[in-house]
């Protein structure tokens, strides 16, 4: 698995990780935990096959905005 995101916004993690899951890959979270703490950033993971259309899909989803 490849980390394609780091963030302590959980926010943006559950937003980026339901696009990635709309767009048909299998995203996972590592360390979520920590994020509510502030320690380590939580890491967006997913298969090293799936990298290239979820940053294309992340990059589409955080430049279009509302209309």
């Known amino acids: 698995m ?3 995101l ?3 916004d959980p ?3 559950g937003f980026l ?12 979270v590592f360390d979520e935990g920590s994020a509510y703490r502030g320690a380590l950033p939580s890491r967006l993971m997913v298969l090293e ?4 259309l979820a ?4 990059a589409q989803a955080e430049t279009s905005g509302p209309e």
């Not at 990780?17 to 996972?28: D, R």
């Open 2 to 4: 490849i980390a394609i």
């Open 6 to 8: 780091e963030t302590h």
């Open 11 to 13: 926010v943006r993690l």
């Open 17 to 28: 990780k339901m696009i990635l899951e709309e767009g048909g890959l299998h995203p996972f």
């Open 49 to 52: 096959s799936e990298v290239e």
């Open 55 to 58: 940053r294309h899909l992340i």
